[in-house]
């Protein structure tokens, strides 16, 4: 069963929220996790492709946007808006509005929202859904 965590942000600037993903989604990198990251749309997905590859100077993150095709290495962060293939769903990142996909095989989910009452409003909803999922989910309020 999936551990959910939900980092609450203080600020509501959409960019601070995908710069704070940037930071874990390295993390996790480093930590030699390959994870998807779940968007709502191919804007967002390319907005993520260009910022890990600028977010900080020195950094590399191996990535690509995934589209349902097989993607070119098992080695790298996956950037999409469909379900995770299977060798990227232990570790998923869900950056969209929407409750993932089939999430038996995911180890762990992580919920980024911003201080936005529409963006906390809908997360709210998806903290419900993984309770009565029976999920354990957890919250880190980011100052």
């Known amino acids: 069963m999936a551990e959910v965590s939900f980092y609450i942000l203080s600020s509501a600037l959409i960019q601070d929220k995908y710069l704070f993903a940037c930071k874990l989604i390295e993390k996790a990198y480093r930590n030699g996790q390959f994870c998807y990251i779940l968007t709502d749309n191919n804007e967002q997905s390319q907005l993520l492709d260009d910022l890990l590859w600028t977010f900080r100077a020195g950094s590399?993150?191996?990535?690509?946007?995934?589209n349902g095709l097989t993607p070119n290495s098992d080695n790298v962060v996956l950037i999409g808006t469909v379900k995770a293939p299977e060798q990227s769903q232990s570790l998923l990142f869900n950056l969209s509005s929407k409750y993932p996909e089939d999430i038996l095989k995911t180890k762990r989910i992580l919920e980024i929202l911003d201080n936005c009452e529409v963006t906390k409003a809908a997360g709210r909803n998806r903290y419900r859904q993984y309770q009565q999922a029976g999920l354990?989910?957890?919250t880190h309020n980011i100052s």
């Open 60 to 66: 590399f993150i191996p990535h690509e946007i995934y």
């Open 136 to 138: 354990s989910v957890t």
